[in-house]
């Protein structure tokens, strides 16, 4: 069993053991999706509802993820433009 298959195979037990359920790992999942999306969509800098419109997402959805993704330093203010702020990819 090579070490990254031990890894697993340990976090899953432990998943286990402290009771993890399936609809928080799909939920957690779902947000690391659409965070990878968001990233990628914010190459250049891009507002909410424009990114809301390219991802076929609700723009609070995408409006809550940016925020999230603000807070741990992945995305930046870029410049207003209009009524929106332009966010982008660090």
């Known amino acids: 069993m090579s070490i990254s298959e031990a890894a697993k195979l340990s976090m899953k037990k432990a998943r286990e053991q402290r009771g993890v359920s399936k609809e928080l790992q799909e939920r957690q999942k779902d947000n690391i999706r659409i965070h990878k999306a968001i990233l990628e969509a914010a190459s250049e800098p891009i507002s ?43």
């Open 48 to 90: 909410a509802p424009d990114l809301s419109k390219k991802l076929d997402m609700p723009v609070e959805v995408v409006f809550w993820h940016v925020n999230a993704l603000r807070k741990y330093d992945k995305m930046t203010d870029v410049k207003k433009s209009g009524l929106y702020w332009l966010y982008q990819k660090k």
